[in-house]
């Protein structure tokens, strides 16, 4: 059944030898040895603290709504920082690589990464950013605000959140082992057939990709189910569909994207790895086989994933702009069509990503007109934000400014993409840099609206606010940077660049390729801002910004998260909120209940720890690890040891613990002699009283 | 929702959470993301179901009379779960195992005899590396195969806590979800009967 | 276990009927035998087969639907027959639109 393989092959090690450890490359040493050095670092660090303890009962095993998405965010910020430093490797070797009197460095006749290399580093950067640094991030938003936005105690099947969280953690595990041990796919992020087939990708490259993709994909689906569950199931009480915010409904469609799309890279991804493994003919180039059928399948995925990443920060920016404005997001119900509008109709625009494939023009045109039908609701929602803000009283602190940024990146990046879905324009622009241009202006919303998101529900999540003088620091060195990396890419796509190109045949594009590199300059600048935004505000978190209040924050918030307290106590709410309105903490502030008590509280039943998600992951990793390598008897073992788990975990039935009443009570009280010992400077917004709520 | 200005308003308000509920409305999404797998299956195969590449047609693969009996045999089993899970409803333990044990040999009848079928093709050199029809043709069956097996095991494990724990909130949970999981199966088996085996014969 | 009869109050337990079960059960056979019948007789031609077997495959499905899987708008289902009636179209979307831009690249890059 399985096909043949060239070079080593053994019973216990499949295919892992020597010769796949690539000691001889000083960059990969380099980046091993500063890898070993930072995890050194970290385990000496915890083991010195004593804190394996701590993480252990209060991390790793911890089933809570708000540490799992925090273990999300920490997963993207960190692989962001990878794909960040693929990027940098990407633009410096194409700086260097123009012309043919380009000089060459280790190894490379131009530049210093030679072709090969330098495929793996592009497919690298792409997968990783797309799939394990913005869905991580994204999900982990969901994760914590979601539940708080619809008033549960957590999500509806807490295990199950944290199996999502492992399993994409251990596919982003494989992606960064794959750099020490064997190769990453050359094949880019879309993994092109029959390039991505073992006839011509004849390393374990390609299946680093497919599994890290499968595992990973498998998480997100669950993600997506858990949260639609959460919000259809889980609403407070009087939280009727219109009482909804925004960002939850934002979360709802994106959720719906990620039940129905993922499952088909699931499909696409496993039939390549049959036709690699067993020899099957899905998309090889003979006996049957159809390239374009993966092309059709990837994208029927791919473009509904690019909308999911997209239609979450849609709701962040929404919420920003509402508060920052002190009102109401004006149009709110065409906000929610919009959403769904837009999820709905990238149903129908996948084949915008292979127009030149050859098909009638008849079809072209369909999706082509579908495809610029998606600027309608986008329309829609830009002009629902300028109208919000239109004579609010706008404060533009760093959330307000990265969501406001996102409303100059959205035309640019929405009318080049309309560009692209016109079938003779795209026949000309199809694989050249302008349509990295394009969906890196779309994919900087998301990372805009991320960064927004993190200023924003901060200090709801810990109590105190970032730095904003440094955040603003953040913003505008990033803004720059967007600028010099990205404008440039248009023009370069319309003189004619292609994508993927390590070696670039004509000089008189190295001025643009310099301009990027000045702005990747900018970019370090701004992750260094970064860095420092996020040392300096926790170093001092006890100086002047501290805030432990009762939920209010920025002055101007609306919706219901805001009332649990911030930082947020583990059981969310002590008593389940009655919602009255969709701006549920405006309605309360403005009617003066910002410090309602509830009469008495109640026992609270919550999630107890447990560690198998932890193991399951353990074993997934093992597996993942031994199907890259074929080694079967471990892929088999670990497989088990996934089901045991699971069947393990059916078997345990008191999955809960219940917080009695008089603790929720004492709890409660200690926060409240805490915040009046702190944040007296809260009281004023009640005394506001009626009338500010619009 | 008119809010009544001068009563004082109810700000707090706990809610008992519907555990059985929450549960199948998340495996029913579940399932319906499997439902995708296989019309992403299914659109492969309306592209790969004429590539035989020189090997096989699917006329000479498939067997109609297989398939029917195929799908007398899992329509049997899902109405065994079905009777099962009324046995469940009105409390009879004994019943419900018993169902779940019939239901489980029939669907091993199934599985049996769609092996038969596959080990048979193999024999004729008709195996999935041969062209992009057979490739296509042994995953769709062989997942919905896959399904039906784990199904099995699934039913086995439900008689053992059906049994031992008796018939407490998350154990009906599971029970419900196995029959929603396994009349999802019967459903894409319509398909899978009419879209491989018959159009397949017909050509 | 004390829990057990509020347990199966619930309304999905009590979900479904002996009778619909039954009924779905020889409808299907019923009308899977008929399909299967047609095939085997070659009682039709090709292109009026086609449209038969398709006819008898969406009415299977929505028989076993609303016979086995119990859709239907009650409050315990409600919220998963939405989910399965937005799915939908995007099945059909994601078969129709695969085998309509299929065909004419067929017709144009692949001559047989
Ligand atoms: C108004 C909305 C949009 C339109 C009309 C549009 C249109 C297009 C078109 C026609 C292409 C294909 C270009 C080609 O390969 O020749 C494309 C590529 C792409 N778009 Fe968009 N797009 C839109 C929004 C977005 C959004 C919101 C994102 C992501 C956040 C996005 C991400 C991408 C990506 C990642 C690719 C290229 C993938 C690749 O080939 O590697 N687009 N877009
Ligand atoms: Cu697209």
Redesign the interface.
């Known amino acids: 059944m399985l096909v043949p393989l060239q070079g080593h092959y053994s019973f216990w090690l499949g295919r892992l030898s020597m010769q796949w450890v690539p000691y001889d490359n000083p960059i990969i040493v380099g980046a091993f040895v500063f890898a070993c050095s930072v995890g050194l670092a970290i385990v000496a660090g915890i083991t010195r603290l004593g804190w394996w303890g701590y993480l252990w009962r209060e991390w790793v095993t911890s089933l809570d709504h708000k540490k799992i998405g925090l273990m999300y965010m920490i997963m993207g910020a960190i692989m962001l920082f990878r794909g960040f430093v693929d990027a940098v490797m990407i633009r410096a070797q194409q700086a260097m690589a123009a012309g043919p009197h380009t000089a060459g460095f280790l190894d490379a006749s131009h530049g210093y990464l030679p072709p090969f290399h330098f495929d793996q580093v592009y497919g690298s950067h792409g997968t990783i950013m797309i799939l394990f640094a913005v869905t991580p991030m994204l999900i982990g938003m969901m994760n914590i605000i979601v539940p708080l936005q619809v008033g549960a105690r957590d999500m509806?099947?807490p295990f199950?959140n944290s199996i999502g969280l492992y399993l994409t953690a251990v596919g982003a595990a494989l992606v960064m082992l794959s750099l020490f041990l064997g190769e990453f796919s050359h094949a880019g992020w879309v993994g092109l057939t029959p390039l991505s087939e073992l006839a011509y990708s004849p390393g374990v490259g390609v299946d680093y990709w497919l599994w890290a993709l499968q595992i990973s994909g498998i998480g997100t689906?669950i993600g997506s189910?858990?949260i639609?569950?959460t919000i259809?199931?889980?609403r407070?009480?009087?939280m009727?569909w219109g009482?909804l915010p925004i960002f939850s409904w934002t979360s709802l469609s994106m959720s719906?994207i990620g039940?129905?799309?993922?499952?088909?890279l699931?499909?696409?991804v496993s039939?390549l790895t049959?036709d690699r493994y067993?020899?099957?003919?899905?998309f090889t180039a003979?006996?049957?086989?159809?390239l374009?059928?993966y092309k059709?399948?990837f994208w029927?995925w791919g473009h509904p994933e690019v909308y999911f990443l997209i239609l979450l920060p849609f709701g962040v920016v929404s919420e920003v702009i509402a508060n920052f404005s002190h009102k109401q997001l004006f149009g709110f119900t065409t906000m929610v069509l919009a959403t769904f509008a837009i999820a709905g109709v990238s149903?129908?625009v996948w084949?915008h990503h292979f127009f030149v494939?050859?098909?009638?023009p008849?079809?072209n045109t369909y999706f082509g007109i579908a495809t610029m039908l998606v600027g309608i609701p986008t329309g829609v929602k830009l002009f629902n934000w300028i109208f919000t803000m239109c004579r609010g009283r706008l404060h533009f602190d760093p959330p307000m400014l990265w969501a406001t940024g996102t409303l100059f990146l959205l035309p640019i990046g929405g009318l080049s993409g309309v560009i692209l879905a016109m079938v003779p324009a795209d026949y000309e622009m199809h694989n050249s840099v302008f349509v990295i241009a394009h969906f890196h202006n779309m994919v900087m919303v998301t990372v805009f609206a991320e960064f927004a998101a993190i200023t924003y529900w901060f200090p709801k999540v810990f109590g105190f606010k970032l730095d904003p003088t440094i955040g603003k620091k953040v913003f505008w060195s990033w803004v720059v940077a967007a600028a010099l990396v990205f404008i440039p890419m248009y023009g370069l796509g319309l003189m004619g660049m292609t994508r993927r190109l390590s070696y670039i045949s004509r000089p008189e594009l190295q001025p643009f390729l310099y301009v990027q590199e000045a702005g990747m300059f900018m970019f370090c600048v701004a992750a260094f801002y970064q860095f420092k935004q996020f040392y300096m505000s926790i170093r001092d978190r006890a100086k002047g910004v501290h805030l432990i209040g009762d939920g209010e924050v920025w002055s101007g918030e609306r919706s219901v998260e805001w009332v649990a307290h911030s930082p947020v106590p583990f059981y969310n709410f002590a008593?389940?909120?009655?919602i009255?309105?969709r701006d549920e903490w405006a309605w309360?502030r403005a009617?003066g209940?910002v410090r309602?008590k509830?009469e008495r509280y109640?026992d609270i039943?919550m999630p107890k720890n447990t560690a198998i998600p932890f193991l399951m992951a353990g074993a997934t990793f093992v597996f993942g690890f031994a199907m890259v390598w074929r080694i079967w008897w471990l892929g088999a073992v670990s497989f088990a040891g996934i089901v045991a788990l699971l069947?393990l975990r059916?078997?345990i039935?008191d999955t809960e613990y219940t917080v009695p009443a008089a603790d929720v009570e004492k709890h409660e009280q200690q926060f409240f002699r805490h915040r009046d010992a702190h944040s007296p400077d809260l009281r004023p917004i009640e005394q506001a009283g009626r009338g500010v709520y619009l | 929702m008119a809010f009544d200005q001068t009563a004082t308003p109810r700000l707090f308000e706990e809610r008992t959470p519907d555990l059985i509920g929450n549960r199948t409305f998340g495996f029913w999404l579940y399932m319906l993301s499997d439902v995708i797998i296989y019309a992403a299956l299914f659109a492969a195969f309306s592209v790969l179901h004429t590539h035989y590449a020189g090997g096989p047609t699917s006329q000479q693969v498939v067997e109609p009379l297989h398939g029917f009996i195929d799908s007398v045999l899992l329509f049997s089993s899902v109405w065994l779960l079905g009777l099962g899970m009324r046995s469940m409803a009105v409390g009879e333990r004994a019943m419900l195992i018993a169902f779940m044990g019939l239901a489980a040999i029939v669907a091993l009848g199934f599985v049996g005899f769609e092996s038969y079928d596959f080990a048979h093709a193999l024999g004729k050199g008709e195996s999935p590396q041969r062209s992009g029809y057979l490739s296509i043709y042994f995953v769709l069956l062989g997942l919905h195969a896959l399904h039906i097996f784990v199904g099995i095991l699934w039913m086995l494990l439900m008689m053992v806590q059906v049994a031992f724990k008796g018939l407490t909130e998350p154990v009906v949970s599971r029970l419900l979800n196995l029959k929603i999981f396994w009349m999802f199966q019967s459903v894409i088996w319509v398909c899978v009967f009419v879209f491989v085996y018959l159009l397949g014969a017909v050509g | 276990m004390s829990q057990t009869e509020n347990t199966l109050d619930h309304v999905e337990v009590q979900l479904g009927s002996v009778a619909a079960y039954t009924v779905g059960y020889v409808l299907s056979i019923l009308l899977s035998g008929l399909a299967f019948g047609l095939v085997y007789t070659h009682a039709l031609p090709r292109p009026v087969m086609f449209g038969a077997l398709c006819g008898i495959a969406f009415a299977l499905i929505l028989l076993q639907m609303f016979l086995f899987l119990g859709l239907n708008l009650n409050p315990g289902h409600r919220w998963k027959t939405a989910a399965t009636v937005f799915t939908l179209p995007i099945l059909i979307l994601m078969i129709v639109l695969t085998i309509w831009m299929f065909y004419t690249l067929q017709l144009r890059v692949m001559p047989h």
């Open positions: 509806a099947y199950l689906t189910i858990n639609v569950a259809v199931k889980m407070a009480p009087g009727t009482k719906t039940i129905t799309a993922f499952p088909i699931t499909v696409v039939l049959l067993v020899g099957t003919h899905f003979g006996l049957g086989g159809d374009m059928l059709n399948l029927m149903w129908s084949l494939m050859g098909q009638g008849g079809v008593v389940t909120p009655y009255h309105q309360r009617e209940h309602a509830p109640v039943e069947v059916s078997f039935d």
